[in-house]
């Protein structure tokens, strides 16, 4: 067998449940080494409240030009109540805006699928839900997230005032929203933008220039455009209406969350967030579960490591050009679902209630 030699992994587990869901990963990553024509170097690194703790600082320069290195970056999650009280710019959420837009990873896919194991196990009617296979285009390194002026500063009454700055160009937007045309190629051709164009200047430009983007070069996607706040009530209302939503940082942070937890399958969803290709067609990438760092339940060995397994798979596909092992893997943790294993999170009646570590082994025992 020939192995494709030195692909370089780096695994960031974080903190709260992130070791735990990332250990599993490793497992996996480390079984298709075994028994694949894979060779991927895994390399390791502290990021988040994890960092701080041993180097008071959430990313260092050594993990960063890691990842700067690897093919891929698979995160857990970072943050927790620990960390609450740290200066910004030392808050664990600061590696992970660093590692966003200093790799430049401007688009984040979070798909926002309804699991049908699942489905019961949404707050919505399983008839609203069933079925329902979203993909969430977020704008990731730019918007209020970044923008310049912003901080805190004293004014006169000793009052002071919090500044935050929204900007978009036409590149961010327009390079954003290419990539959701074509993904949805690949799906309905149906793109929806969101923005709120009726109280901001940058809403407007976002809509003139995710159209003009498709009146040149996609003439077949079907796109419409709506008010972000209408979309967080169309979501709930009719969410199979959607085939992919492309929207800024701030709407795409709380949009994805909205129409994650309604398919009831929070502990399942991976994300992925890609930058440009560089010149020899390779793109840099960050892959991560939806779900955040969970503290409440770290250590316990009870969360769900899908999430996690699954943002795997979508770095074989995304970024390692593995579209077979992506949907071998896709199709173990489907069958082990359909088994009737559940970690806690996901149980209900009549099913099987499995730790983080046997949910890992289970799926590694389909691959086989
Ligand atoms: C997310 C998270 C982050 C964000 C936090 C942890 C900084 O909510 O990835 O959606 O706001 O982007
Ligand atoms: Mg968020």
């Known amino acids: 067998m020939i192995k494709v030699k030195n692909r370089k992994l780096l695994l960031l587990p974080g903190d709260g449940i992130g070791p735990e869901v990332v250990r599993e990963v490793r497992k ?11 060779d991927f170097k895994i390399e390791e690194g502290l990021v988040g409240g994890a960092s701080y ?3 008071k600082n959430p990313i260092t320069d050594e993990v960063f030009y890691k990842a700067l290195e690897s093919e891929a970056v698979i995160l857990g999650a970072v943050g927790g109540p620990k960390y609450d009280n740290l200066e910004f710019s030392k808050r664990p959420e600061r590696a992970l805006l660093k590692l966003r837009k200093e790799l430049k990873l401007f688009a984040n896919l979070r798909p926002a ?4 194991q699942l489905v019961e196990a949404s707050s919505l009617k399983p ?3 069933s079925g329902l296979d979203i993909m969430i285009v977020r704008e ?5 997230y970044f923008g310049e002026p912003r901080g805190i500063e004293p004014i006169e009454n000793n009052e002071r005032k919090g500044v935050n700055t929204h900007t978009y160009t036409t590149n961010e937007i327009q390079r954003v929203a290419r990539v959701a045309f074509d993904l949805a190629k690949k ?7 969101c923005e709120k164009s009726n109280v901001m200047e940058a809403g407007i430009l976002w809509r003139e220039e995710v159209q003009a983007l498709k009146d040149k070069e996609y003439q077949k996607i079907e796109l419409s455009h709506m008010l972000a706040d209408n979309c967080a009530m169309q979501l709930l209302r009719d969410p199979k209406q959607f085939d992919v939503i492309v929207t800024d940082n701030l709407f795409g942070d709380i949009l994805s969350d909205e129409a994650a937890m309604l398919t009831g399958s929070l502990g399942l969803l991976p994300s992925a967030s890609l930058g440009a290709k560089d010149k020899n067609g390779k793109i840099r ?5 939806v779900h955040g760092s969970a503290p409440d339940i770290a250590g316990k060995n009870i969360a769900n490591p899908i999430a996690t397994i699954l943002s795997l798979s979508m770095a074989l596909k995304y970024s390692l050009d593995l579209d077979k092992e992506a949907e071998q893997l896709d199709k173990a943790v489907q069958s082990v ?7 806690k999170d996901i149980m209900s009646k009549n099913m099987k209630e499995i730790s983080t570590s046997v949910m890992g082994d289970a799926i590694i025992a389909k691959l086989k």
Do not use: A, Q
Request: with cysteine; charged share 30%.
């Open 28 to 38: 996996i990553i480390e079984w298709f080494n075994k028994n694949k024509s894979l």
């Open 53 to 55: 703790d041993k180097h």
């Open 113 to 116: 699928i309804c699991f049908k």
């Open 127 to 129: 008839e609203i839900i």
């Open 140 to 144: 990731l390194t730019g918007g209020i």
């Open 187 to 193: 799906r309905k051709n149906k793109v929806t933008s």
């Open 285 to 289: 990438s960050m892959y991560e579960p």
């Open 337 to 343: 679902l359909d088994d009737g294993l559940r970690t």
